[in-house]
């Protein structure tokens, strides 16, 4: 056999094997197929049976502000420490966005109603649940006159927060919490809830 022929035979027997290889690793089979069920735990005489019916629920401690800058588009509300002398302040928890109110929830959610009927709020209703439903028109100032307000495309430099919200308070202790969502009930982005919490700061001192 010549040089040339032994060289041929050889490349060739690489390539088998390269392929034979090639097909037995694409073809191996995961280790979890050989996987076996065991058999259910047994509960000795004298104890109970876990209860399995309940979600199970893990309480979580009111987590502090995200530390993160923040926008400076406008238009731009007052951080989380804003109104920290006052009787109310924006907080973060795990649950969002929140007014803590240094009140009870019972005055703090009577308080809340006159705020939203003298913050300009349209078609103010209160459901079986206390929860307050309201529309939200924002209002721009007008520093040009009268033309530049028929100038609508301005607007787009600012953030609009017009739309559809509901309020309501929930018991922090001696405190109460003023959320805000949508009307729906999802979770409003952040700066929206940021936006109308202020709006009601402002007015519930």
């Keep these: ?19 034979v290889s090639a097909c037995s690793r694409g073809q191996k089979k995961p280790e979890y197929y050989d996987a076996r069920e065991t058999e259910p735990l047994e509960i ?49 928890s795990a649950q969002g966005l929140y007014l803590l109110v ?6 703090a959610h009577r308080r809340l109603g006159l705020v939203i009927q003298r913050a300009g709020m349209e078609r103010i209703r209160e459901d079986d649940k206390g929860v307050y439903r309201f529309d939200y028109y924002q209002k721009f100032e007008d520093r040009d006159g009268f033309f530049s ?12 927060y017009s ?10 202790g001696e ?12 979770d409003c982005e952040a700066d929206a809830a940021e936006h109308l919490l202020e709006v009601i700061r402002q007015r519930l001192g």
């Design 102 to 107: 240094e009140d009870t929830p019972e005055s």
């Design 163 to 172: 739309g559809a919200y509901q309020a309501f308070v929930r018991p922090d």
């Design 175 to 186: 405190n109460a919490r003023v959320y805000i969502k949508y009307a729906d009930g999802t």
């Design 149 to 160: 307000s028929l100038a609508f495309w301005r607007r787009n430099n600012a953030e609009d």
């Design 44 to 92: 000795p005489e004298g104890l109970s049976t876990p209860d399995r019916s309940r979600a199970l629920i893990i309480d979580m401690q009111p987590l502090p502000p995200p530390e993160m800058a923040m926008e400076t588009r406008p238009p731009r509300i007052s951080s989380t420490t804003a109104g920290i002398d006052a009787n109310s302040r924006l907080n973060w």
């Design 1 to 19: 056999m010549t040089a040339f022929k032994r060289t041929t035979v050889f490349l060739l027997l690489g390539l088998l094997l390269a392929a």
